[in-house]
């Protein structure tokens, strides 16, 4: 019984994974036509797209807070059709107050969703005993290819942002309603009901966690320099054309995929530092290749080494807090979760920054660097649960398939 429990609850929880990639791809890739809509200027659009990922932060720490009340998995289940309904009120209204308040809501609820998410994963990833945080990340990197070609199609009909979004919304949302009924928390599953660890009761020093907290920074300021910048480079830096400009995405999302899809075995077989080490080296590369690139086929090389070996770090940074405090990991990972939108912010304007200053050729090398430098951080993947309170106890694993 405890086996069809979490593997229902895999399932769910991939699901959730899945739409949330759907709809945060709707979002950011029609962004030029939300400005349209609503008349947002050049100067005002930054403020807008900084506020999101800021309220994301702040809905990560509420979180926090909220789960030493309620299960991660309540959270999850609300937090989910919030973001939803969100995105549709940011393509439905008028005014630009409607869409400030829109994005708000968004920003807050997806931070709630982010976290509550990865807790989710990260507990039944200790029920299973072995590694599958990425097999839900690599949900998440589908549906971003399904959203993205959704808003692709929509742009390419010229369809109002409405009529792109409604349909989504009304599919995903009884989607999410149904999933949200066999989430599992993995540590009632492995104990039995009521003897569920607190998993807010310890403390969390933040000296511990400061590793993964900048390794996970490193990460995104990557990950938004690839989302920002690579039909800019592609275009302006190596002179492609305009239709070949937009490809880089999209083949550093399919190459996230198809890198999370296996990355789990490799974590078995070789271990997270191991991965971990590995796709910060071929991230490096990415980024090298594509600051030396002599024309766009090279380029396009570059952002599919960086896709590849990106993609395995944000899923084993929160796997790695999880297995440092087992006795905390809801807190751990909110607060790491925070560090994700902090390199979301960094990344992009740092890169616009140095391009305009000095060239885009050498501000790739700036994530590059940053991204090398995990390669410092790398043994806290392999860190035993640290010691606090009375000590710690070795998980209790479930034999499932």
């Given at each position: 019984?405890?086996?069809?429990?979490?593997?229902?609850?895999?399932?769910?929880?991939?699901?959730?994974?899945?739409?949330?990639?759907?709809?945060?791809?709707?979002?950011?890739?029609?962004?030029?036509?939300?400005?349209?809509?609503?008349?947002?200027?050049?100067?005002l659009l930054p403020l807008f797209l900084a506020a999101v990922p800021i309220l994301a932060g702040v809905g990560s720490v509420v979180t926090e807070k909220v789960v030493a009340r309620v299960w991660p998995g309540g959270v999850l289940s609300w937090a989910q059709p919030v973001v939803l309904l969100a995105l549709l009120g940011v393509g439905?209204?008028?005014?630009?107050?409607?869409?400030?308040?829109?994005?708000?809501?968004?920003?807050?609820?997806?931070?709630?969703?982010?976290?509550?998410?990865?807790?989710?994963?990260?507990?039944?990833?200790?029920?299973?005993?072995?590694?599958?945080?990425?097999?839900?990340?690599?949900?998440?990197?589908?549906?971003?290819?399904?959203?993205?070609?959704?808003?692709?199609?929509?742009?390419?009909?010229?369809?109002?942002?409405?009529?792109?979004?409604?349909?989504?919304?009304?599919?995903?949302?009884?989607?999410?309603?149904?999933?949200?009924?066999?989430?599992?928390?993995?540590?009632s599953v492995e104990k039995g009901p009521g003897e569920a660890q607190g998993k807010g009761a310890a403390s969390v020093p933040f000296k511990l966690l400061m590793p993964l907290c900048l390794v996970m920074s490193f990460a995104y300021i990557g990950d938004s320099t690839v989302s920002n910048w690579s039909a800019k480079y592609l275009q302006?830096?190596?002179?492609?054309?305009?239709?070949?400009?937009?490809?880089?995405?999209?083949?550093?999302?399919?190459?996230?995929?198809?890198?999370?899809?296996?990355?789990?075995?490799?974590?078995?077989?070789?271990?997270?530092?191991?991965?971990?080490?590995?796709?910060?080296?071929?991230?490096?590369?990415?980024?090298?290749?594509?600051?030396?690139?002599?024309?766009?086929?090279?380029?396009?090389?570059?952002?599919?080494?960086?896709?590849?070996?990106?993609?395995?770090?944000?899923?084993?940074?929160?796997?790695?807090?999880?297995?440092?405090?087992?006795?905390?990991?809801?807190?751990?990972?909110?607060?790491?979760?925070?560090?994700?939108?902090?390199?979301?912010?960094?990344?992009?304007?740092?890169?616009?920054?140095?391009?305009?200053?000095?060239?885009?050729?050498?501000?790739?090398?700036?994530?590059?660097?940053?991204?090398?430098?995990?390669?410092?951080?790398?043994?806290?993947?392999?860190?035993?649960?640290?010691?606090?309170?009375?000590?710690?106890?070795?998980?209790?694993?479930?034999?499932?398939?």
């Open positions: 019984m405890a086996d069809a429990r979490l593997r229902h609850g895999r399932a769910s929880l991939a699901l959730s994974f899945f739409v949330q990639g759907v709809t945060f791809a709707l979002l950011v890739t029609r962004i030029p036509a939300i400005q349209d809509r609503y008349g947002i200027s050049d100067g439905a209204g008028n005014a630009l107050w409607e869409a400030a308040l829109a994005l708000g809501v968004f920003g807050l609820a997806v931070g709630a969703l982010d976290a509550s998410m990865n807790m989710m994963g990260v507990s039944l990833q200790r029920a299973y005993g072995r590694s599958i945080m990425l097999g839900f990340h690599a949900a998440y990197s589908l549906g971003g290819i399904a959203g993205a070609s959704m808003a692709w199609a929509g742009a390419h009909w010229d369809l109002s942002l409405p009529a792109s979004y409604l349909p989504a919304v009304v599919v995903l949302l009884p989607v999410a309603f149904i999933g949200s009924r066999w989430y599992v928390d993995g540590a302006d830096v190596l002179g492609s054309s305009e239709q070949l400009s937009t490809v880089p995405y999209n083949v550093y999302m399919v190459t996230t995929l198809l890198g999370r899809a296996v990355g789990d075995f490799g974590v078995r077989r070789f271990g997270a530092v191991v991965v971990v080490r590995f796709g910060s080296v071929l991230a490096a590369a990415g980024f090298g290749v594509v600051a030396v690139a002599g024309g766009a086929w090279v380029g396009m090389l570059g952002f599919t080494l960086l896709g590849l070996g990106l993609c395995v770090i944000v899923p084993q940074t929160f796997a790695a807090a999880g297995r440092m405090f087992p006795g905390a990991s809801d807190t751990a990972i909110a607060r790491l979760n925070v560090f994700n939108y902090v390199g979301f912010l960094v990344g992009s304007p740092l890169v616009g920054a140095l391009g305009d200053a000095w060239s885009y050729r050498g501000a790739m090398l700036v994530p590059m660097v940053l991204v090398l430098a995990t390669l410092v951080y790398a043994k806290s993947f392999g860190a035993e649960p640290a010691r606090y309170g009375g000590g710690h106890e070795r998980p209790h694993t479930v034999d499932v398939g």
